[in-house]
């Protein structure tokens, strides 16, 4: 079954930057449509960026010009760059699949990973 898991998650203070990665199993991200959501305690899961197969990218506004959603060439892995990091950022952080073409930042992507622990400090 396809199977996706997050690295790269941690602690870093405001300002800092981390970059979280992806990796598929049994799945390339090559044909269809990625995404990282977050969701911090006591909030709804939220899309932060989403990636089609053709290079189309969309970004919650919170994180425009600060995030990075990209993928390698073999469509194996999916990452995101986190600048200028904020307290606000503050979240469990999930990479999302799925085969269509395009899903963009709404929850109805097939394939999800288990999540990965980020927290800005002030």
């Known amino acids: 079954q396809v199977q996706l898991v997050e690295y790269g998650g941690g602690s870093v203070q405001a300002g800092g930057s981390l970059s979280l990665s992806c990796v598929a199993s049994?799945?390339?991200?090559?044909?269809?449509?990625m995404a990282w959501f977050r969701q911090a305690s006591g909030k709804e899961r939220e899309g932060v960026a989403a990636?089609?197969?053709?290079?189309?990218?969309s970004y919650a506004d919170s994180v425009k010009g600060r995030f990075t959603i990209s993928t390698d060439n073999a469509g194996k892995t999916l990452y995101l760059q986190m600048n200028s990091l904020k307290p606000e950022d503050t979240a469990m952080y999930y990479c999302?699949?799925?085969?269509?073409?395009?899903?963009?930042?709404?929850?109805?992507?097939?394939?999800w990973g288990q999540g990965t622990q980020v927290t800005v400090s002030s």
């Open positions: 999302a699949a799925d085969p269509r073409l395009w899903v963009g930042l709404g929850p109805w992507y097939i394939y």
């Open positions: 049994r799945y390339s991200f090559s044909n269809g449509c």
């Open positions: 990636l089609g197969s053709d290079g189309g990218a």
